[in-house]
């Protein structure tokens, strides 16, 4: 039942726009570390071309994708029908972190709309798209986004999101250094 595109197709375009979340999946090139697998939310989302894609990162208690891609570029995003026709949309691809400050950010974030917290964009070149049925993925209502994590950022503010990055977003749970790690410097309470 499942089909493998080269890049994404028309139809492809559209479920993606539809769907209100999605996941993304990496892992260290140590076969020990661990394997990432996160939900998104908001409209961070967006199609560059049929073979590239772009998401609004938020902060988060963790970067892990960050640091997996850094190092070794391996970027999975998933998109589940939560309603209508079933099926899942994997996109495949070699990921990179972009950060404030440089020139891809500037080319880049005026694609989103401002949300607070945004801490670097994740763009990948994408190699392969595959669909598969989704037949027993069950079905949600949307209810809405939750506003918390925007809440959150604001109360923080500037200087009190980059001490939670220095902090939180440094490494990874297997003490792989992130992009905002080597900006920022070492963080604190980091055991060698």
Known sequence: MGKLFTAIEPDHEEFINMQKMFFVGSAPLDAEG?????????DVF???SPTEVAYLDLTG????????LDENG?????????E?????LRLYGKGQVILPGTTRWE???GKFDPIPGARQIIYAELH???TSCGFSVPFFQYEGERDTLKKWAVVKGEQGLVNYHREKNSTSMDGIVTPIGRTLGEPEGVID
């Open 34 to 42: 661990h394997v990432n697998l996160s939900p998104k939310g908001y």
């Open 46 to 48: 967006r199609i560059i």
């Open 61 to 68: 208690s963790g970067n892990e994708t960050s640091a997996h």
């Open 128 to 130: 392969a798209v595959k």
């Open 74 to 82: 391996r970027i999975t995003i998933m998109f589940i029908a939560l």
């Open 84 to 88: 209508g026709q079933p099926m899942v």
């Open 107 to 109: 080319e880049l974030i």
